[in-house]
T-cell receptor
Framework: DQQVKQNSPSLSVQEGRISILNCDYT??????FLWYKKYPAEGPTFLISISSIKDKNEDGRFTVFLNKSAKHLSLHIVPSQPGDSAVYFCAASVGNDMRFGAGTRLTVKP | NAGVTQTPKFRVLKTGQSMTLLCAQDMNHEYMYWYRQDPGMGLRLIHYSVGEGTTAKGEVPDGYNVSRLKKQNFLLGLESAAPSQTSVYFC??????????FGPGTRLLVL
């Protein structure tokens, strides 16, 4: 069963605009959520995380929002840059059990 | 991916052959993980280790074995490879359940 879902396989955004990537989860026991970025032929790179006790975490151009009642998190990138073009994975964990979504391919057009 | 290396980068196996994937770190992290990534499925945890001499099963452990004899190394073994094990394998490490640092990946093709 897929406990973490990213329902949009791809997203295309104009440079300078906001990118919003979404993620839904089903397991209410998850207590830590992360976003990773992945370029082709490389391993995923940690981007930003949020604990279940918070509803927002911001780091520069990246902000993650957590809505526990809806079991939904989102990643906002403002402003989007061409270098942000990559596959973005959301992940949720409890203990050592970390589950990943299938990823969303973001393309930022100049 | 600095500090995490994976060997080999690419391998082709015939069904039934065995092989070992090596993950090595120089970051002194306690936790090490093996994932596989398949199209449309994200990354799935195979096995993990919370310290030297310890291993535990993840989400998809069947067909794999692991060993962590030294803190720096985490080995993933396939005793009898099957085509369903064709995948990209990523090693990751960390200090807790939180942020994980991933290696560059090993691409495995089983014919």
């Amino acid at each position: 069963d897929q406990q973490v879902k990213q329902n949009s396989p791809s997203l295309s955004v104009q440079e300078g605009r906001i990118s919003i990537l979404n993620c839904d989860y089903t397991n209410s026991m998850f207590d830590y959520f992360l976003w990773y970025k992945k370029y082709p032929a490389e391993g995923p790179t940690f981007l930003i995380s949020i604990s279940s006790i918070k509803d927002k975490n911001e780091d520069g151009r990246f902000t993650v929002f957590l809505n526990k009642s809806a079991k939904h998190l989102s990643l906002h990138i403002v402003p989007s840059q061409p270098g942000d073009s990559a596959v973005y994975f959301c992940a949720a964990s409890v203990g050592n059990d970390m589950r990943f979504g299938a990823g969303t391919r973001l393309t930022v057009k100049p | 991916n600095a500090g995490v290396t994976q060997t080999p980068k690419f391998r082709v196996l015939k069904t039934g052959q065995s092989m070992t994937l090596l993950c090595a770190q120089d970051m002194n992290h306690e936790y090490m993980y093996w994932y596989r990534q398949d199209p449309g499925m994200g990354l799935r945890l195979i096995h993990y280790s919370v310290g030297e001499g310890t291993t535990a099963k993840g989400e998809v452990p069947d067909g794999y074995n692991v060993s962590r004899l030294k803190k720096q190394n985490f080995l993933l073994g396939l005793e009898s490879a099957a085509p369903s094990q064709t995948s990209v394998y990523f090693c990751a490490l960390g200090q807790s359940q939180e942020t994980q640092y991933f290696g560059p990946g090993t691409r495995l093709l089983v014919l």
